[in-house]
């Protein structure tokens, strides 16, 4: 997904050192966009080309079928204007197979990502301040052997990109991976189920 970007497209521009902080000094805002659509093939081409037409970088995506039987649902975030994300989403609506699409802050969801550090196991051993690291960040090692250590940690992004950076300070850090977020909102009402209800009332009449 990531292109070469200028500073003015933040998001992975990496020109202040914070892209994937949630603190972007050049105004941009961070959005997740949930798109439900019908389970189809090709859904996802049409709905990445919305944003590649509008210069706009994926920072995280993920896929996977929803409650819902049928219903694929797409957790997207970007860095951008809160008038570049209405037109994302107004677009992406548009197209044949996608049934809603809605655009959120962080405040307004709730979210969680994964994430797998590899650590050099005897750079750990020798550097004590590497474990209390991982101990004040509340993740946990999930694998030890003579050459790396494997340390897991669940949360928010800033929490995960942080636990990273001071890692990666001790000069510990072999391979880092980290999962595009899932989220569900903190709206008591499902936008869905009542978009599905409202269509299956429209057929039979």
């Avoid at 409650?67 to 797409?74: A, E, F």
């Avoid at 951008?80 to 049934?99: A, S």
């Avoid at 300070?169 to 980290?178: N, S, T, Y």
């Amino acid at each position: 997904m990531n292109q070469e970007m200028t500073k003015s497209q933040c998001g992975d521009c990496k020109v202040c050192g914070k892209c994937g902080t949630l603190d972007c000094p050049e105004g941009r805002t961070c959005y997740t966009i949930l798109v439900y659509s019908e389970n189809v093939a090709g859904i996802l081409n049409q709905i990445t080309t919305v944003f590649t037409r509008r210069q706009v970088n994926i920072e995280s995506l993920n896929v996977c079928a929803s409650s819902t039987p049928g219903v694929h649902k797409y957790t997207i975030t970007c860095f951008c204007t809160e008038e570049m994300v209405i037109m994302l989403t107004k677009q992406i609506e548009k197209k044949i197979d996608v049934l809603q699409a809605h655009y959120f802050t962080d405040e307004e969801i709730f979210i969680l990502e994964c994430s797998l550090i590899k650590v050099s196991t005897s750079q750990m051993l020798k550097d004590s301040e590497i474990g209390r690291i991982v101990r004040r960040h509340g993740a946990r090692i999930v694998e030890v052997n003579p050459t790396y250590s494997i340390i897991e940690k669940k949360g928010l992004t800033e929490e995960i990109v942080s636990l990273f950076q001071q890692l990666d300070e001790r000069g510990a850090v072999l391979q880092f991976v980290r999962s595009g977020r899932i989220v569900v909102t903190k709206s008591p009402v499902e936008q869905l189920d009542r978009y599905l209800e409202e269509r299956e009332s429209q057929r039979l009449k």
